[in-house]
């Protein structure tokens, strides 16, 4: 609590001293901010939001959060937007009915602005809708009239059909009545009747057409409630009907007028039309007739047709760009809506602006002012403190975009605080290929980034795939080419080593090929290293896991610790910017010096180990050189007489101590473990007095830990019981009360702010007291937290970096695997169809397992390495991101 | 047991689902707001805030039945999302609840036809969760209103519909008590309608309880109390409307009335036995006295013109306590019978928040039941 206040406030004057950052520090630190009122004329109000919208630099703070949407100013305005929306998206649903693509850009609404745009947005809009409406309507009932020619027209082709079909045979007919209730108890009276009396005219019939999907509903029924007493007959529609509906004619017999009601009333219910159809005589005539009916109603059909294609087109071509009108104004009205009406006729605001960007904002609203004459009416200018605590705002471009957005989803830094992105940036993609290493698989991950960036952007909302992962390209780029890199280092290609420079290992007595499996020893044949990498002998050697483990295992642990280091220094660069220096000399100084002599001294362990020449060490071991070494290293003659069988520290020509003098190469682990359980003393040593500066180097980091755990407790207690005035929380309680009162404060000196409030009453200070002794207690409690996590922190974030061993491990054993199981397999095979199949396997199983399993692994332990073992040494990540007033975003929403 | 273990691997999406739904009702604060809204334009940009977001943005005019038409759809769309993710068991549940509105529409349709009124305006007014095919719904009201008419009704088009069975069992028990009252019965023709509709409800809600029972578990028990519950409002409900009518005749007590009350609940069968008996409000109030909260209930009925509260204010109030205890389990179905029900209370709430509005009464204006509210009676003390 107490602390919370006063980098803060030193923030602000910081900020002030060192003006307008530099371009460089605009990733490095968020942007500067200011928390400025806004007053503009109600007149000029919409206009200045227009164009503030347009510089896009502006926070608003809603100033009315105690009113619902319907009690805010605008809100007519509001509503008006809705309804021109609601108008825009019902002529969208016609122009795609007609197949139109509504085209981008356009025109636009009338160049005119604020209330004037809507009214003419609103009068052209109702003007086309009514039209649209109208042709709409008109389509609707051309269509039904059309329909109903065409069905009529079938009606009196088809049953003309159908009673020929009928009279042809009534037995026939009859009994191949459809009884869709097979087996129903009673017989149709059709078959006897009209058998027996052969007058099929006694039968009456009605004709209609009734939609195909309801056929067999439709006809279940009919014989349902005329109890099987109608014979129904069904024929296709040929013609295609406007609205491609697929309909059936049907015709019904029946015999009584009960029965004629059941089947009108039927037909009601499915909404089949039933149609006269004259008798035989009349039937020619009706035909003739309906034909030219028919060619009039499409004449007028398609007529109506062509009316609306061509309004609809018109609409598509600006549709797009009265959407955005719309979406414009409604997002200014929504701006206003955060405005509060003080004083009549003046509009206040409040908000976050960029600090570069007021002096331009303050000349907008100026400008827009003086279109209306009313030049001095406005005002933009900083509030007076305190301010609430800033928002955070990173321009980002598309390369660092994706690394932003990694590290937000963790926490989005605090206003002004370093921005881990920027090292993360570099450090993500190599531990990913630390992991990943691999010359065949990175360059395939590579090859994919410049895909990916040869598309360049996409939106990530479309549904394309590979548009998702657009904006991480450059990121994937990276990685790729990162795991290249590592792969070279490794020497890895599939799996396979490559020989690019000779290797410089021979195994003497076979000239045909390695056979490392009979156990021979290569030998070197030159004394120069191999210029970049590892060997590629050592891949076809036997001890080649424990080559490359100690490698591997060395590098996980050197990256590690120099990035905790990083992160540690950047916690002391972070201090001192916030003047926080009580936090820079009792956290960051025992911390970096904790991290320091412990696994620093682990790094410099490691190279001294690898600097060393142990041939030339362990030569001084033997008796052989005995001579030599005493030559290099004149000690006393009366020594004893090396003898070969005695221990190596007698032997040996140094005299480090331990068992081994320093003629041995140590075991690193061993080492380092006994730096803390077995202080003081040095099994093989690599150099003189190792054991004492161990030594040193341990208590000296455990000195740490005391000063780290109470440092700021202490700190906290002494200022609070010798100064006797109230340090930091009780003084910003009383500055905030100064700030209300109007008076400005500095809080430059925490106790003379105290004595200028003049004389407290004394419960006030025992509250303070009180409030004291219980910060007091937080803090300490605070601090053993942190310190626990830090110290034991470094141990398992250290051995938390091992992973970038065991996933390259991992990585290079699955690959050999496939290479060696399938691939290679086959190759000595010598068969073509084995090679075909193995083959399948190879680079199936190298596509499902490597590059996508394993690179999702791997992306994900590299990610977790920069959150958690990174971050956590420095990072508070709890700002807030910065949402401006802006139209080019509100656009990209939608 | 064993339905505990597979209950989210067959039905945790949907519950999710369901409970994701339960977030979007109308808090507190939101009725309060909607009750300060002086036109229903206002009630529009308010639910605008809510989950209800831009159900009405299609809408060029605001009225209460716009309202309960676009809210209705806003439910039926969520139900009918949740039933096509439905397995069985649950895909049957869930056709259970709708089976109700498809006994309501078929009552509708008929009654609207007695009155005389348009078929077409009378499907608008249809529950669409209680739709049947467009054909079914017309030919519905061409049946004439007699015994006659309504086992042709059965036979033709309602032997296809999930409702036929009730309807055949119901024509089933009528036609055995054909002989006996056959002479009353053409005298009644509104309290016909009801008679049929009331012994729908019954057949109904003494199926679905028994089909919940052969659930199991959970489901079985839970919603046995609010399916006993409804069955215990309809009794009552049943033997308040009928003082004044036929069906309280001595004659008719024992037989058409005591028919309607369902075969469940709390009150059966002691209590019903004692309700088809009663011949006035007191005895009914006698009838349920030894039910604590019936006879609270009753209490409310009886201070009505104090309190301005109805019976069915109190019978909601209970039904809302009860649905909303069913989102405190887990691993039943009752929470989708809820959800249904509860935004049924809440739809209620709008249109008559919308009516007062529009009616300008707004004394009246918070005289509803809201769902999951802070401030219910069963949650403050």
């Known amino acids: ?894 | 047991m064993a339905n505990l273990c597979v209950h989210n691997r067959d039905f945790g999406f949907t519950e999710a689902l369901c409970r994701g739904f339960r977030t979007g009702f109308l808090t507190d604060a939101d009725y309060h707001h909607l009750t300060q809204a002086e036109t229903l334009e206002d009630v529009k940009s308010n639910l605008q805030e809510t989950d209800y977001d831009q159900f009405l943005a299609n809408e060029s005019a605001v009225t209460p039945a716009v309202i309960l038409e676009c809210a209705t759809r806003k439910m039926v769309d969520e139900f009918k999302f949740v039933r096509a993710q439905a397995a069985e068991p649950l895909a049957t549940f869930l056709d259970y609840i709708t089976y109700e509105y498809m006994i309501d529409n078929v009552m509708l349709l008929l009654k609207g036809t007695i009155s005389g009124r348009d078929v077409n305006e009378l499907i608008e007014q249809c529950h669409p969760l209680g739709m049947f095919r467009d054909s079914t719904m017309r030919s519905i009201p061409t049946f004439e209103n007699s015994p006659k008419g309504y086992a042709d009704l059965y036979q033709t088009v309602l032997v296809d519909t999930p409702v036929g069975p009730y309807f055949s069992q119901f024509l089933q028990e009528s036609s055995e008590s054909l002989s006996t009252a056959a002479e009353v019965r053409n005298v009644l023709e509104e309290v016909e309608m009801e008679i049929i509709k009331n012994s729908l409800i019954k057949l109904y809600l003494e199926d679905f309880y028994t089909f919940c029972a052969s659930i199991g578990d959970d489901t079985a028990e839970i919603m046995g109390e609010i399916l006993k519950a409804r069955a215990d409002q309809r009794a009552i409900n049943i033997t308040l409307n009928s003082f004044g009518t036929p069906l309280n005749e001595p004659t008719m007590r024992a037989t058409d009335r005591k028919r309607l009350y369902p075969s469940i609940g709390f009150l059966y069968p002691a209590g019903t036995a004692e309700l088809a008996a009663a011949a006035d409000e007191q005895a009914l109030g006698q009838a349920i006295s030894p039910f604590p909260v019936y006879r609270e209930i009753w209490a409310v009925h009886q201070n009505e013109s104090i309190d301005d509260r109805s019976i069915d204010d109190a019978f909601y109030e209970r039904e809302v306590q009860m649905l909303e205890l069913a989102f405190e389990g887990q691993m039943h179905f009752a929470i989708y019978y809820a959800y249904v029900k509860l935004k049924e209370q809440e739809i209620r709430n709008l249109v008559w928040i919308s009516e007062c509005i529009v009616q300008q009464q707004k004394d009246e204006i918070n005289k509803f039941v809201p769902c999951f509210s802070k401030a219910a009676p069963w949650r403050s003390n």
């Open chain 1, 1 to 894: 609590v107490a602390r919370a206040h006063d980098p803060r406030g030193r923030a602000h004057s910081q900020c002030e001293a060192c003006g307008s950052s530099s371009e460089m520090g605009s990733w490095w630190r968020s942007r500067e901010m200011k928390y400025v009122s806004l007053i503009v004329s109600e007149d000029a109000a919409h206009e200045c939001v227009t164009s503030l919208g347009e510089l896009g630099a502006l926070q608003l703070t809603d100033l009315n959060p105690e009113l619902t949407a319907f009690q805010r100013r605008y809100v007519g305005y509001m509503k008006r937007c809705d309804e021109l929306e609601r108008k825009l998206r019902y002529m969208e649903k016609e122009v795609s009915g007609f197949g139109l693509v509504s085209g981008s850009g356009g025109p636009g609404g009338p160049r005119l602005k604020g209330a004037a745009l809507l009214d003419a947005l609103e009068g052209e809009l109702e003007r086309y809708e009514g039209e649209l409406v109208e042709l709409t309507n008109y389509a609707t009932e051309l269509t039904a009239r059309y329909n109903e020619k065409i069905e009529y027209q079938e009606c009196l082709e088809k049953s003309a059909a159908l009673f020929a079909e009928a009279t042809r045979g009534t037995t026939t007919a009859a009994t191949t009545t459809t009884n869709p209730l097979a087996g129903g108890g009673e017989e149709p009276l059709l078959t006897e009747d009209a058998a027996e009396s052969g007058a099929m005219m006694r039968f009456s019939s009605s004709v209609g057409v009734v939609g195909a999907a309801d056929r067999a509903r439709f006809e279940r029924m009919l014989f349902r409630s005329s109890r099987g007493n109608c014979l129904v007959r069904f024929a296709e529609v040929e013609r295609p009907l406007a609205n491609k509906e697929p309909k059936l004619v049907f015709i019904v017999f029946y015999k009584s007028e009960v029965i004629g009601q059941l089947v009108d009333r039927v037909c009601a219910a499915f909404g089949a039309r039933q149609y006269a159809v004259p008798g035989r005589s009349g039937l020619e005539a009706a035909l003739d007739e309906t034909r030219g009916e028919l060619a009039d109603a499409r004449e007028v059909l398609l007529k109506n047709r062509e009316l609306r294609l061509a309004l609809c087109a018109k609409l598509a071509e600006r549709l797009s760009g009265w959407r955005g009108s719309v979406a414009r104004e409604k997002a200014v009205y929504h701006a206003l809506n955060m405005f509060k009406a003080d004083v009549s006729g003046v509009l206040r605001a409040e908000g976050w602006i960029v600090a570069d960007a007021e002096s331009e904002a303050r000349a907008l609203v100026t400008r827009a002012h003086a279109a209306v004459d009313l030049a001095g009416a406005a005002m933009l200018a900083p509030v007076a403190g305190p301010w609430p605590t800033p928002p955070t705002y990173f321009e980002t471009n598309a390369f660092t975009e994706a690394y932003q957005q990694f590290v937000d989803t963790y926490g989005v830094p605090r206003y002004r605080e370093i921005n881990p992105a920027l090292f993360t940036a570099i450090t993500f993609p190599f531990l990913f290929g630390m992991m990943y290493g691999d010359v065949g698989h990175g360059s395939v991950v590579a090859l994919f980034g410049f895909l990916l960036l040869a598309r360049g952007h996409r939106s990530p909302d479309s549904p394309d795939p590979l548009d998702s992962l657009a904006l991480g390209r450059y990121m994937i780029t990276m990685m790729g080419l990162a795991a290249v890199y590592c792969g070279l280092v490794y020497n890895d290609c599939f799996a396979v080593p490559l020989d690019l420079f000779g290797s410089t290992y021979e195994w003497k007595n076979t000239s045909h090929a390695y056979r490392p499996e009979t156990g021979e020893v290569a030998t070197r044949t030159s004394d120069e290293p191999y210029p970049f990498g590892v060997d590629p002998a050592w891949h076809v050697s036997q001890n080649e896991l424990l080559f490359f483990n100690s490698m591997k295992m060395k590098t996980a642990v050197i990256v590690g610790i120099a990035q905790m280091t990083g992160g540690i220094l950047l916690k002391g660069v972070n201090d001192l910017y916030f003047g926080d220096f009580v936090a820079f000399t009792l956290e960051f100084l025992p911390m970096i010096i904790f991290d320091l002599a412990l696994f620093g001294y682990m790094v410099i362990l490691i190279f001294t180990k690898w600097a060393i020449d142990w041939d030339d060490r362990m030569l001084k071991g033997t008796c052989r050189l005995v001579d030599q070494a005493y030559k290099m290293y004149p000690f006393d003659d009366s020594a004893d007489a090396c003898t070969p069988d005695g221990e190596l520290a007698k032997r040996c020509a140094l005299d480090f101590g331990g068992t081994s003098g320093g003629c041995a190469p140590p075991n690193l682990i061993n080492q380092l473990i006994n730096i803390a359980l077995n202080p003081g003393s040095v099994d093989e040593p690599m150099y003189q007095n190792q054991d004492k500066v161990q030594t040193f180097l341990l208590v000296l980091a455990f000195l740490c830990v005391p000063v780290l755990l109470l440092g700021r407790p202490a700190y906290v207690y002494f200022k609070h019981h010798h100064d006797h005035p109230p340090v930091d929380a009780a003084a910003h309680h009383i500055e905030m009360h100064h700030a209300a009162a109007g008076a400005t404060s500095d809080d430059d000196d925490d106790g003379a702010d105290l004595f200028a409030a003049g004389p407290t009453p004394l419960d006030t200070t025992h509250d303070d007291d009180d409030a004291e002794e219980h910060s007091f207690t937080e803090v300490l409690i605070h601090q053993a937290i942190e310190t626990i996590e830090f110290v034991l922190g470094m141990v398992s974030n250290t051995a938390s970096y091992l992973r970038l061993w065991a996933l390259s491990l991992a990585h290079s054993e699955l690959a050999q695997v496939f290479w060696e199981d399938s691939l290679r397999f086959a190759l000595n095979k010598d068969s073509a169809v084995v090679i075909f199949v193995a083959y399948a396997f190879f680079a199936f199983a190298t596509f499902a397992v490597l590059l996508a399993m394993d690179l999702l692994e791997c992306f994900l332990h590299a990610l977790r390495l920069h959150w958690v073992e990174f971050q956590s040494k420095f990072y508070k990540a709890d700002g807030y991101k910065f949402t401006p007033f802006a139209f080019a975003a509100a656009a990209a929403k939608r």
